[in-house]
């Protein structure tokens, strides 16, 4: 039965051509004219929302943009009171992205939901097609703002961050026509869901280095984010001698080369000091600020949490050996989430009818399936990307023939998941 299903992905290569094109077609609405831009309810993202969902009422599906700009489609079951499974991924992007990251997910979820639709496949599910509006975190400093609301794990206090230019999250929404007191209302239940899948683009070069078109996420790294400043003492440039001063510049280097260290000595832990400066430094002055961030992820919370303990320590000894002061400031942590023993089995057995071989790997980087972890079971699958795997750029590269497998993957999955209801 599951090899017959596996044969009503139509003519091979459709799927994948479907994506390329819409993928093109959401790619002509940015805030920029040299690149591609949309962050969350600037004009291009509200396009881009509603060329979305007109792709889905299109396919047949109930179709409706929520509270926070997710678009949000149902190819329903007979039974109304029935469970859901989502299909999800985001469609903001960074500044100057790539076509695919995000936006691959969503759209292999409408492919997969059409196909369906034109077959008249009934479910014993409803099948949940979501676009999250926000998962980049560009505009407002602050990622998963669209699966944060569907997971129901929203905090109000979001309402009041503001953007670049002062305005607050709250008045955004409401200039875009949203109504940030229904959010509440979005929160799925446990009760109400069969998981979560979602597909993404690696983001990195394994599987383009193995020659695998896809693989199935394991884990997802827990991180920790933070803004540091160090305070030293400034002084003239030729004029203190080297054993006298307190160059905060010196001792945030110190601590940069320490991380890149430690965060050496594990599997899947990783270390990054992605901003360093000088705040009004000059090429004669001792520097007597430092500003940095600190950002520290693993696959495992016990993992970082035993490098970030280390890191602190550290400072510790270079405040004292240097005579500066470290101020750091937590400002974001996630915890890693285990993805679900059951749906990567699922996606396994997919892969294999597909004829790609099974490989397992963590992501470093966080997903809207994290938001999701405790809820329902998740899983994700990854595309392999070129250009050495590069992404969160426009040289960022998925080919219609490894959107094609992704594609028939999903339907396999999901109709796995229908024969085993």
Known sequence: MIEAATRTGGEPGAFGERIMELAERLAQWSESTDGLTCTYLSP?????AAEIGDLMRRAGLITEIDAVAN???RYP???QAARALILASHYDTVRNAGKYDGRLGVLTALVVAEHLKRLDRKLPFHLDVIAFSEEEGVRFSSSFLGSCAVAGRFDSKLLERRDAGGVSLAAAMREAGLDPGKIPALGRRREELVGYLEVHIEQGPVLLEERLSAGIVSAIAGSVRMMITVTGTAGHAGTVPMARRHDAAAAAAELL?????RCAQAPTLVGTV?????PDGAI??????CELTLDVRAGDDATRDAAMSDIMAEIDRIAARRGVSFDCREVQRT???RCSSHLQSVLSDALTRVGVPPRQLPSGAGHDAMMFDGLTETAMLFV?????????????IVTAEDADIAARVVLDAVLQLAEAS
């Open 44 to 48: 291009a993202h509200r396009a881009v």
């Open 71 to 73: 678009v949000v489609g």
């Open 77 to 79: 079951t007979r039974d």
């Open 257 to 261: 080369l320490y991380v890149e260290k």
């Open 274 to 278: 992605g901003q360093l400066g000088v």
């Open 284 to 289: 004669n002055i001792i520097p007597g600020r």
């Open 335 to 337: 915890a890693a989430v």
């Open 384 to 396: 392999r990307c070129g250009n050495g795997g590069v992404s969160h750029s426009p040289r960022e």
